[in-house]
């Protein structure tokens, strides 16, 4: 059994910085998609709300808002506990992601704005300094940003929640993965493949290249899911 206590009075989400569910919220999060709280952890409001200094209300709000996530589980009276995401799941995810992505991508192209590009922009720059000061889950949350506001100049709304749970359950085998982060960490400054690829997108968007755009966001995707995820490309490639 997890320490929740230990893990949230160590999360940098305190209640001073935001709104107290926010908070939670994150600090909930930022332990499941780093591993830190593992499938099947139970999560006791109770507990919850001493670690964080709050009420039982903050956490119920949190909670309800991971399980819209599919990150926890509310089994009624057996509690709430951290849910489970399977590579087949996780596979079958991934290839939605890139069709969702690669289709938003060509439509968004042609008709991204400047000032999109110029929101696209900011937020590959907050991605960059979050990989550059080893924040694991800051870096997770602006590349889901940075993906879902390329995808958002498509018009396509009614598939952003699709692609945006897409993209947070596979960061549980990315930006989850303990072992390869520490590897990167040491031998490679924090980085993984993503930089230059992320760049690459960016600029073929801002040159109008919409085919070039997708056929990088396809590559993308899967460099990074086999950089950081080997359990999750041999699912996918188990799928053909």
């Not at 309800?64 to 799941?89: C, H, I, K, N, P």
């Not at 929101?119 to 949350?141: G, N, P, T, V």
Request: net charge negative; glycine share 8%.
């Amino acid at each position: 059994m997890t320490e929740i206590a230990q893990i949230l009075g160590e999360s940098p989400w305190r209640l001073n910085r935001q709104r107290k569910g926010n908070a939670v919220y994150h600090a909930l999060k930022r332990a499941i998609l780093l591993r830190e709280l593992k499938t099947g952890d139970a999560l006791i409001e109770q507990q919850i709300g001493g670690a964080m200094g709050c009420s039982q209300g903050p956490v119920r709000e949190a909670l309800m808002r991971l399980e819209q996530d599919g990150l926890v589980t509310r089994r009624g009276y057996q509690g709430t506990a951290v849910s489970d995401t399977s590579a087949a799941e996780a596979a079958q995810m991934a290839q939605i992601r890139i069709e969702i992505e690669t289709t938003g991508i060509k439509v968004a192209t042609p008709i991204a704005d400047p000032a999109k590009l110029d929101e696209i922009a900011a937020l590959l720059q907050e991605l960059e300094a979050a990989e550059d000061r080893l924040d694991s889950y800051a870096k997770s949350d602006l590349d889901r940003e940075f993906h879902l506001a390329i995808f958002r100049a498509s018009g396509m709304h009614a598939l952003e929640p699709i692609l945006r749970r897409c993209c947070l359950h596979m960061h549980r085998f990315t930006f989850g993965n303990a072992h390869r982060a520490g590897a990167t960490a040491a031998n490679e400054h924090g980085r993984g493949p993503g930089r230059e690829q992320h760049r690459a997108i960016f600029e073929a968007i801002a040159g109008g290249r919409a085919d070039e755009a997708a056929e990088t966001m396809r590559q993308h995707i899967k460099s990074v899911i086999a950089y950081w995820a080997p359990d999750l490309k041999d699912a996918m490639d188990g799928d053909g």
